[in-house]
């Protein structure tokens, strides 16, 4: 997939400890493969994990299932909370500026492509995707300002792009497999989980493994 949009959805789930986990148990129940976000941004009311902590979800090179009508063109991140009814906290709005910036970067995707979910209506009434793909949902939610957002990633002045490690096709496959395989056990390793995020959340990590 070569991602053209980055959507915005909120988890619209008010009790704690919401994490790529949890959101992978809930998309596995609707039979899907597994977590249809590519990234899910914590909230501050995880007991163990920080607040703004970014968490993978599917790999950046498959299709999302998060965003009908978008999915084979989009990456699809979810802020964990409830959009409706509380804004997204500081920490979480920090980290999804630095996500989405990256993003920008590596895919060439300009601020106009940066859309929440329920802006699949503007594309639609643009005729950029038909209209049967209009969604009834506010998300990610009514606190969020989606123009703001826009607003402050464009003065972002300019992107920052990291050094890249070269480093060939499959390494970044067998490096973006490991880290699944981490994120799968990372219960198993509850000493280790700070140094595990740090290390997913390296620049030099990201650049590699986001391609
Ligand atoms: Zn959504």
């Known amino acids: 997939m070569f991602p053209e949009y980055i959507v915005l959805h909120t988890a619209a789930f008010t009790g704690r400890n919401c994490d790529r986990d949890m959101i992978d148990?809930?998309?596995?129940?609707?039979?899907?493969?597994?977590?249809?976000?590519?990234?899910?941004?914590?909230?501050?009311?995880?007991?163990q994990k920080p607040d703004g902590a970014v968490e993978i979800g599917r790999l950046t090179n498959k299709s999302g299932a998060h965003a009908l009508g978008l999915n084979s063109c989009s990456l699809g991140i979810c802020c964990v909370?409830?959009?409706?009814?509380?804004?997204?906290?500081?920490?979480?709005?920090?980290?999804?500026?630095?996500?989405?910036?990256?993003?920008?970067?590596?895919?060439?995707?300009?601020?106009?492509?940066?859309?929440?979910?329920?802006?699949?209506?503007?594309?639609?009434?643009?005729?950029?995707?038909?209209?049967?793909?209009?969604?009834?949902?506010?998300?990610?939610?009514?606190?969020?300002?989606?123009?703001?957002?826009?607003?402050?990633?464009?003065q972002t002045p300019t992107l920052i792009k990291h050094e890249r490690t070269s480093v060939d096709e499959n390494s970044k496959i067998a490096m973006n497999n490991a880290i699944a395989i981490l994120q799968k056990h990372r219960a198993q390793f509850p000493n280790a989980q700070d140094e595990l995020d740090e290390f997913i959340n390296h620049p030099e990590v990201i650049s590699m493994t986001r391609a």
């Not at 148990?25 to 007991?47: E, M, Q, T």
């Not at 804004?87 to 990256?102: H, R, V, W």
């Open 25 to 47: 148990a809930w998309h596995k129940a609707r039979r899907w493969s597994g977590i249809g976000y590519h990234f899910v941004i914590l909230n501050d009311k995880h007991d």
């Open 81 to 154: 909370g409830h959009g409706d009814k509380v804004d997204f906290t500081p920490a979480q709005y920090k980290s999804l500026y630095n996500l989405i910036t990256d993003l920008m970067s590596e895919f060439s995707i300009s601020v106009d492509n940066v859309i929440g979910h329920r802006e699949l209506n503007t594309l639609a009434e643009k005729n950029i995707i038909p209209s049967r793909y209009k969604t009834s949902k506010s998300c990610p939610g009514t606190k969020i300002n989606m123009h703001a957002i826009r607003d402050k990633l464009a």
